[in-house]
T-cell receptor
């Protein structure tokens, strides 16, 4: 089955710096890659996703890139702000029969210091 | 506004007890999911359902069962709770296809 690895497990940056979180996946047939943000004590929420027919997607200060050949995808946050502090999870759709069976990475705790 | 609710925020049970966790969504979503979240392990899929009375095993189904008798409700059952099932349990729902999963607030279950 699908396996997703996520690095780093923790990331500390200064406000205004960029942050990059990287994930690799094992199943070359995976075709959907969402990113979820979980603030302390809150539920995970989708922040951006990318499908395998696209190499990059941007939404304001966040962007995701996908390299299908290398089987890795990354989340980029520019001009970080304290409210970006949270745990970020990448995921890959590990079931190509059509079911939305996501396999999540182990999470990255991002801390943005003022 | 999508709302996914879970029956309890905190639950304490004894080893061997039967435990029911309930999840309700109000957006007519076809898909519903149960995850457990443990530090350093991320979110792991226990079971999911893509239609009423339909269920599929996730990555860690052992020790759990599920029930989906109505479209809006998805129940997770621990037949005989064990201490290694102490965890945060998250329910989610989504439309059919590759769409956003909306999560509930979670139930923190402690098994003593």
């Amino acid at each position: 089955g699908e396996n997703v690895e996520q690095h780093p497990s923790t990331l500390s940056v200064q406000e205004g710096d960029s942050a990059v979180i990287k994930c690799t996946y094992s199943d070359s047939a995976s075709n959907y890659f969402p990113w979820y943000k979980q603030e302390l004590g809150k539920r995970p929420q989708l922040i951006i996703d990318i499908r395998s027919n696209v190499g990059e997607k941007k939404d304001q200060r966040i962007a995701v890139t996908l390299n299908k050949t290398a089987k890795h995808f990354s989340l980029h946050i520019t001009e970080t702000q304290p409210e970006d502090s949270a745990v970020y999870f990448c995921a890959a759709k590990g079931d190509v029969t059509g079911f939305q069976k996501l396999v999540f990475g182990t999470g990255t705790r991002l801390l943005v210091s003022p | 506004d999508v709302k996914v609710t879970q029956s309890s925020r905190y639950l304490v049970k004894r080893t061997g007890e039967k435990v029911f966790l309930e999840c309700v969504q109000d957006m007519d979503h076809e898909n519903m999911f149960w995850y457990r979240q443990d530090p350093g392990l991320g979110l792991r899929l226990i079971y999911f359902s893509y239609d009423v009375k339909m269920k599929e095993k996730g990555d860690i189904p052992e020790g759990y069962s599920v029930s989906r008798e109505k479209k809006e409700r998805f129940s997770l059952i621990l037949e005989s709770a064990s201490t290694n099932q102490t965890s945060m349990y998250l329910c989610a729902s989504s439309l059919r296809g590759d769409n956003e999963q909306f999560f509930g607030p979670g139930t923190r279950l402690t098994v003593l």
